[in-house]
């Protein structure tokens, strides 16, 4: 039967989603320490967690509103307002969705026709060219470079074309760290503006930033009608598993962005909604705890990995560090990550799944450090130990 299968479906099997499943499964039949997939292997704020228990309690059991429930439409305008300056009203202009990735999903299906083309920078989150794919939209990418993971304006600039319909923006970025600097963000700006594009953004790391500053695109000028602004609570609140995210666009956009999102999850996750929404009107005491937690875990993983002779480069934010091992260890990252789990014991991502150009990404390995102290202590004491008797 499969020789039937739609070839986009082969396309979609080497994208980091799927390699990400194939890792955790090696990492479970070697008793790897798995640092593969991005996701804390600890608990969010407690009270945020309470507050699911409660809204369950009292009976938030059944479908909420197709576009999400009230309080949290209006937390999520507020936390634009209060953070940003920017105004959604939360009637027509804020989407609840089943995490940032149907927000994504609905946004793309909905802006995209058959033949356009999406711009994204790479490395970039494999949902992007996959969604892209399944609109029947191509893309071209634009690639960031270490060590400052920064691009080329006139690579930028020719990446657009006559038939560019949208640019995706993932700042700050997974895999890379990278926080967009304001001049470049307004460089994408001005491009958008020029050549009548719709940003969509994707903001998931929003408040996982250890240096630089976010800026939200939508900020810029020109810029508020044009974009799609995407976020999630999974990240903020180290709660991935409840997929609660959101869409804030003007009323057009998001209008459009509802009609596909209505077809694909329709609306779910009532208590998690109301969870999130306390988790918001909280402030940003419960998310900046997250932040200043992650980062230690960032410095305690870096600087081990450092110690033990590999070429990091330091994430500004998020959940991932990169390494070279071409320039310590002459290998390919594919062969490093086949090798890793029976020779060290540990699960790292081979981040040319991330990249349409294999070659710049040949040595770069990814590597999850939202783990708890003893995950990432036992991952550097196998990486060490077997690095020594090898
Ligand atoms: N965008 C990026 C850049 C991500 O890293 C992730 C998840 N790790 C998502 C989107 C998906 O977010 P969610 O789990 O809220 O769907
Ligand atoms: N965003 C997470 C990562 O990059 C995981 C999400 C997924 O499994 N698609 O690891």
């Known amino acids: 039967m499969t020789d039937r299968l739609p070839r986009l479906n082969s396309r979609l099997q080497g994208l980091g989603t799927t390699v990400f499943a194939t890792m955790s499964a090696l990492a479970e039949a070697t008793g790897s320490v798995n640092l593969g997939q991005g996701f804390p292997d600890y608990d969010g704020p407690p009270e945020v967690l309470e507050a699911a228990q409660e809204a369950i309690a009292s009976g938030h059991n059944q479908y909420p509103p197709g576009r999400g429930i009230l309080p949290l439409r209006r937390a999520v305008a507020e936390h634009h307002r209060q953070r940003y300056g920017l105004e959604f009203d939360p009637e027509r202009e804020v989407l609840v969705t089943a995490g940032a990735t149907e927000a994504l999903a609905g946004a793309i299906l909905a802006l995209c026709e058959v033949g356009d083309e999406v711009v994204m920078f790479e490395p970039y989150y494999d949902a992007y060219p996959a969604l892209a794919a399944m609109a029947g939209a191509s893309h071209r990418v634009v690639t960031l470079r270490p060590p400052r993971w920064d691009f080329d304006p006139t690579e930028l600039r020719r990446a657009v074309t006559a038939r560019t319909r949208l640019i995706i923006v993932n700042s700050p970025h997974n895999p890379t760290g990278k926080v967009f600097t304001d001049a470049e963000l307004a460089q994408i700006a ?41 976020s999630s609570a999974g990240k903020t609140f180290s709660v991935t598993g409840w997929k609660v995210g959101w869409a804030c666009a003007s009323s057009d956009l998001l209008q459009a962005v509802l009609t596909a999102k209505q077809f694909l999850t329709f609306a779910g996750g009532t208590p998690f909604q109301h969870a999130v929404a306390t988790a918001l009107g909280m402030g940003d005491s419960a998310a900046e705890a997250v932040c200043k937690d992650l980062r230690w875990r960032r410095d305690r993983f870096c600087d081990g ?56 990404a040949a040595g770069l390995v990814r590597w999850a450090y939202c783990k708890t102290t003893a995950t990432l202590d036992e991952a550097l004491r196998r990486l060490a130990g077997r690095a020594e008797s090898s």
């Open 190 to 230: 001005s491009l958008c503006v020029e050549r009548d594009l719709i940003a969509i953004t994707d903001e998931v790391y929003e408040h996982l930033v250890f240096e630089g500053t976010h800026r939200p695109l939508a900020t810029f000028e020109g810029m508020r009608d044009r974009t799609v602004t995407i």
């Open 305 to 360: 990995l450092r110690e033990l002779g590999f070429a990091v480069l330091e994430p500004a934010s998020g959940y991932f560090a990169m390494t070279d091992v071409s320039a310590t260890g002459g290998v390919d990252a594919t062969s490093f990550c086949a090798e890793a789990p029976r020779r060290f014991g540990v699960v790292a991502i081979p981040a040319d799944v991330f990249f349409d150009h294999k070659a710049p």
